[in-house]
C-alpha cells in the first residue's frame, strides 16, 4: 500500500494495514513508542479509520490474553488524535459505556473537551463514584481525565480549592486503587490507604522548596512512592521543578535531592522507567549556559550516574542505545562516553545478550573512548570483556 488514504477507501484493504500495524505493535519491545506512533498516524487518517479501529480494539480489549495490550494501544492512539487538536471525547465517551450514567458523562466530557478540570464537575463525579451503584471504572480511568488529576495535585503553582481537594484525590486513588470483583462488586480495600498516600505526597510537593526541608521528608517520600500513582506524580512533580531554567545553578549538591527521589521511583517501578529516561535524556541534552563548562560536565556525570542506576534496574537497551546514539552523533564529550562505559562495565557481570554485546561492544572497542583505560596485560575491565565477548558470541560489525 503506497498511502494512507489508498487502503481507508476499502475496509478489507485498510483491516489488512492495521492488522499488521496491530502485529507491529505487539511484537516491538524497545521501540514500542514509534510502532504508536505509526500506527496512529494511520488510525488518524479520518473520522471513519478512526471509529472503525477504536471499536475493534474495544473489542479485543474484552480478551483474556492480550486484552490490556490493545486497551493500551487505544488509550495511545486518542492521545496521539488529541495532540493533533482533535476532540475525540465523543467517541471515546460511547466505547466506554458512560451512556448508562448522564451525569458522570456530562461531566467528564465537559471536562476533556476543554482539557481542563473544573470543581462543579468534579463534584459530579465525587457524588456518582461515592454512590451505592457508581459508574463503570473505566470512565475515570480515560487517560487524559488521570493526567489532569495528577497536574492538579502534583505540579508545582497549582491553587486547588481547600474545600474541593479531598474529591480531586479521592477520584485519582479510587481510579488506581479499587478494582471490580465480577459485574456488581468492588474491592476497595486499598482505597483508604491510597487517598492518604496521594495526600502526603501532595502536601510535601505543594509546600516545600529547599533541599533541606525536601530531606526531612524523605521517610514519607520514599513510603508513598510504594504506591504507584503517588510515583506518577512525584515524576511528574520532579519533571516540573528540575526543568525550570535556573534549577542547576541553584543547586548546591552533586546530586539533587529531587533526581535521587527518581532512583527510588525506578527501583519499585520498572513501568515508570520509560519515562524516566525521557526526563534524564532531556536534562542530559538540555543547553546549561549559565554553568561553567566544568560545572556542565559534573552535572552529565551524574546524570549518567542516574541512567546506570536505571540500567541496574533492568532498563539496559533503551540506556545503551541512547548513548550509542550520543557517541555516533558526535555531539557529546568523548570523556561522558568513556565515563558511561566505565560505571557499566563496574555494574555489569556476564552472563550478556547478544543483542547487548551487539550495541555495547563497538562503544567499548573504540580507541578513542577506551583507550586510555587498557592496560598493557588483559586485566583490565575494558580489555577483560573484550577478550569475554569475542571467546562467547559472534559479532556482527
Known amino acids: 500500500i503506497t498511502s494512507i488514504s489508498t487502503a481507508a477507501q476499502q475496509i478489507e484493504v485498510f483491516s489488512r494495514v492495521l492488522k499488521t500495524a496491530i502485529a507491529g505493535f505487539l511484537q516491538s519491545t524497545d521501540d514500542w513508542q514509534s510502532s504508536i506512533d505509526e500506527c496512529a498516524k494511520m488510525v488518524c487518517h479520518g473520522q471513519h479509520t478512526y471509529v472503525y479501529s477504536l471499536v475493534l480494539l474495544q473489542v479485543l480489549s474484552r480478551e483474556n490474553k492480550g486484552g490490556s495490550n490493545m486497551r493500551r494501544l487505544a488509550q495511545e492512539i486518542t492521545r496521539c488524535a488529541q495532540q493533533n487538536r482533535h476532540d475525540v471525547t465523543p467517541i471515546t465517551m460511547a466505547l466506554n459505556g458512560a451512556a448508562l450514567h448522564p451525569q458522570a458523562l456530562q461531566a467528564l466530557s465537559s471536562m476533556l473537551s476543554r482539557n481542563a478540570l473544573n470543581p462543579a464537575d468534579i463534584t459530579v463525579l465525587y457524588r456518582n463514584y461515592n454512590a451505592p ?24 503553582g497549582v491553587k486547588l480549592n481547600p474545600e474541593h481537594k479531598p474529591k480531586y484525590i479521592y477520584l485519582l486513588a479510587y481510579a488506581a486503587s479499587v478494582f471490580e470483583l465480577g459485574k ?33 521528608e524523605l521517610n514519607t517520600l520514599y513510603h508513598c512512592i510504594r504506591y504507584p500513582v503517588v510515583s506518577v506524580g512525584v515524576v ?70 542516574r541512567m546506570v542506576n536505571l540500567l541496574s ?85
Request: hydrophobic fraction near 40%; charged fraction near 25%.
Open 133 to 156: 451503584e457508581p459508574p463503570p471504572l473505566d470512565l475515570i480511568r480515560t487517560p487524559q481525565f488521570l493526567e489532569l488529576l495528577v497536574d492538579s495535585l502534583f505540579k508545582p
Open 184 to 216: 456488581k462488586s468492588l474491592n476497595k480495600d486499598e482505597l483508604k490507604m491510597t487517598m492518604q498516600a496521594v495526600e502526603k505526597v501532595h502536601t510535601i510537593c505543594s509546600t516545600t522548596k529547599g533541599s533541606t526541608e525536601l530531606i526531612a
Open 236 to 305: 511528574r512533580w520532579v519533571e516540573c521543578t528540575v526543568t525550570e531554567p535556573s534549577y542547576f545553578k541553584l543547586c548546591t549538591e552533586h546530586t539533587p535531592i529531587h533526581l535521587a527521589v527518581l532512583d527510588e521511583v525506578v527501583t519499585c517501578h520498572p513501568l515508570l522507567h520509560h519515562k524516566v529516561l525521557q526526563l534524564f535524556i532531556q536534562l542530559f541534552e538540555s543547553k546549561q549556559d549559565e554553568l561553567e563548562i566544568l560545572v556542565q560536565l559534573e552535572m552529565r556525570k551524574m546524570l549518567l550516574d
Open 313 to 397: 534496574r533492568g532498563c539496559v537497551m533503551p540506556v545503551v542505545k541512547y548513548i550509542k546514539q550520543c557517541w555516533q552523533r558526535g555531539d557529546t564529550d568523548i570523556s561522558l562516553i568513556r565515563y558511561f562505559v566505565t560505571e557499566v562495565l563496574e555494574a555489569i557481570a556476564p552472563p550478556y545478550t547478544p543483542e547487548f554485546v551487539q550495541l555495547f561492544l563497538p562503544i567499548v572497542e573504540n580507541e578513542e573512548i577506551t583507550g586510555t583505560m587498557r592496560g598493557d596485560g588483559d586485566n583490565d575491565p575494558v580489555s577483560e570483556f573484550i577478550v569475554y565477548c569475542k571467546a562467547h558470541y559472534m559479532v556482527v560489525h
